[in-house]
């Protein structure tokens, strides 16, 4: 099992940045596909963006295009969602999981961290 923890949320005005940051203990992250993802007040949880276990390919959702960008350090065992231009569609909670890349579903969840951004 892989221990995750969100921080670098907050207030931002639109047009500003964020960086969020993943800590994962409990393992090491080179055999772990990472992701990220959001649920908005009285949404579901949805996709963000993931990122495979060397770094080497990521995916995006529409929405964030060219906007976010998901990056991880596996000798820190943290992974990264810089996020710029933000919009205030993009309030909601972040969260990181884990996926073993022998697996197909996300197993491991940190507890999130609030994102507002502010018109």
């Known amino acids: 099992q892989v221990q995750l923890a969100e921080s670098g949320g907050g207030l931002v005005q639109a047009g500003g940045s964020l960086r969020l940051s993943c800590a994962a203990s409990?393992?090491?992250?080179?055999?772990?596909?990472m992701g990220w993802f959001r649920q908005a007040p009285g949404k579901e949880r949805d996709f963000v963006a993931h990122i495979t276990c060397s770094g080497g390919s990521t995916y995006y959702t529409d929405s964030v295009k060219g906007r976010f960008t998901i990056s991880r350090d596996n000798a820190k065992n943290t992974v990264y969602l810089q996020m710029n231009s933000l919009k205030p569609e993009d309030t909601a909670v972040y969260y990181c999981?884990?996926?073993?890349?022998?697996?197909?579903?996300?197993?491991?969840w940190g507890q999130g961290t609030q994102v507002t951004v502010s018109s």
């Open positions: 409990g393992r090491t992250l080179s055999s772990y596909v």
């Open positions: 999981a884990a996926r073993h890349t022998l697996l197909r579903e996300y197993h491991d």
